[in-house]
C-alpha cells in the first residue's frame, strides 16, 4: 500500500530536516519545499496528501502561498497546516481564514505533530474515499439512466408501430367488410324470395354495419366487460327494438333479453332504474 506523502514547506533546515524524520519515522513519504515558488513547482505534477506550511520565508511567503493553493482547483483539496512560531492570535484567525485546517507553532511537540497529521491525513483519506465512491455511484447512475432512456425510446417505437398496425389492420378490416361483404350481402338480399331469409339476411346487415358504425367502436372500447350478446342487444335497443323482438330475432327467451338489459345496464353504470336505455344509448352517438 502506497504510503500517503505530505509536503513540507519550509527555509529553515533545521525545521524541515526535523519534521521530515519524525514524520519518516511515522510512516509517511515526504517531499521538501524551501520557498513557495518550489512548492508550487512540485504542486504542478504532484499531489500530496497534507503540507505542512510555515508563514515566514522568502519570496512567496506561506500566506501568499496556501492562498494560491486553495485558489486552484486541482490543489484546493489538500489539508494546509501552517507551523510556524507565529503564535498571535491574529495569526491563527488569518491562517484558518486562507483556508487552512490546523496551525501548530514552534517548538514542535513531537506528539502533537504526529496527532494532528495523522488526524487530518485520515480525514482526507476518508473524503477521498466518500467521493470516489460519489463519482463511482454517479456513473452507475448515469448509465443506468441511459440504459432507461434507451429503453425508453425502444417502447415508444414499439407503442407507436403497434397503434400504427392496429389503425392499418382495423383500416384494412373495414374496407374489406364495406367493399366486399357488404355489397355481397345486399345483392343476397335484393335476389332473396324467402321472406324468413331475407329478413334474416337483413339482420346480418344490420349487424355488420354496426361493426363498422362509430357507436359499436365507442362502446366496445368503454365497455371491455361487455360480451358479444350484450353488444348485440344494446344494438337492437338502440334501432328500437322491443324485448319481444330481440328474443325473436336472436331466438331466445324474453326473459333471457331483460336479464342481458339489467346487465348492460350495471355495466355501463345507470344506476337510476327511471332512466331510458334506449335514450342513453343514442345519447352516445
Same mark, same amino acid.
Given at each position: ?5 505530505? *509536503? ?31 512548492? *508550487? ?7 500530496? %496528501? ?6 515566514? @520565508? ?33 495569526? @491563527? ?39 470516489? @465512491?460519489? $463519482? #463511482?455511484? #454517479? ?8 440504459? *432507461?432512456?434507451? *429503453?425508453?425510446?425502444? @417502447? ?19 374496407? !374489406? ?38 357507436? #359499436?367502436?365507442?362502446? #366496445? ?17 338502440? %334501432? ?10 336472436? %331466438? ?7 336479464? %342481458?338489459?339489467?346487465?348492460?345496464? $350495471? ?8 332512466? !331510458? ?9
Amino acid at each position: 500500500m502506497q504510503k500517503p506523502l505530505i *509536503l513540507i514547506v519550509d527555509d529553515d533546515p533545521q525545521n524541515y530536516k526535523y519534521l521530515g524524520k519524525l514524520l519518516q519515522e511515522s510512516g509517511y513519504d515526504i517531499a521538501i519545499a524551501v520557498n513557495g515558488d518550489r512548492a *508550487l513547482s512540485f504542486l504542478e505534477s504532484e499531489q500530496p %496528501h497534507l503540507i505542512l506550511l510555515d508563514i515566514i @520565508m522568502p519570496g512567496l511567503g506561506g500566506y501568499d502561498l496556501c492562498r494560491a493553493i486553495k485558489d486552484n482547483p486541482r490543489t484546493a483539496g489538500i489539508p494546509v497546516i501552517f507551523s510556524t512560531a507565529l503564535t498571535g492570535a491574529g495569526e @491563527m484567525e488569518r491562517a484558518f481564514d486562507l483556508g487552512a485546517v490546523d496551525y501548530i507553532t514552534k517548538p514542535f511537540a513531537p506528539a502533537v505533530v504526529k496527532a494532528r497529521v495523522s488526524a487530518h491525513i485520515q480525514l482526507k483519506q476518508y473524503n477521498d474515499s466518500l467521493e470516489e @465512491m460519489l $463519482r #463511482t455511484r #454517479t456513473t452507475e447512475l448515469e448509465a443506468r439512466n441511459d440504459d *432507461l432512456r434507451k *429503453l425508453n425510446s425502444v @417502447m415508444e417505437v414499439l407503442l407507436e408501430k403497434r397503434q400504427k398496425d392496429k389503425e392499418t389492420l382495423e383500416k384494412t378490416v373495414l374496407t !374489406n367488410i364495406k367493399e366486399l361483404v357488404e355489397p355481397h350481402l345486399g345483392q343476397l338480399i335484393r335476389t332473396e324470395t324467402s321472406d324468413r331469409k331475407r329478413d334474416l339476411l337483413q339482420l346480418i346487415m344490420m349487424n355488420v354495419k354496426e361493426i363498422t358504425a362509430s357507436f #359499436t367502436l365507442k362502446v #366496445t372500447e368503454k365497455y371491455l366487460s361487455l360480451t358479444p350478446s350484450e353488444i348485440q342487444i344494446l344494438n337492437f335497443i338502440k %334501432h328500437g327494438y322491443s324485448t319481444k323482438m330481440i328474443a325473436e330475432t336472436m %331466438h331466445i327467451s324474453p326473459r333471457t333479453v331483460d336479464n %342481458h338489459r339489467g346487465s348492460i345496464r $350495471r355495466k355501463i353504470g345507470i344506476k337510476d332504474p327511471r332512466t !331510458n336505455l334506449r335514450t342513453y344509448l343514442l345519447t352516445m352517438d
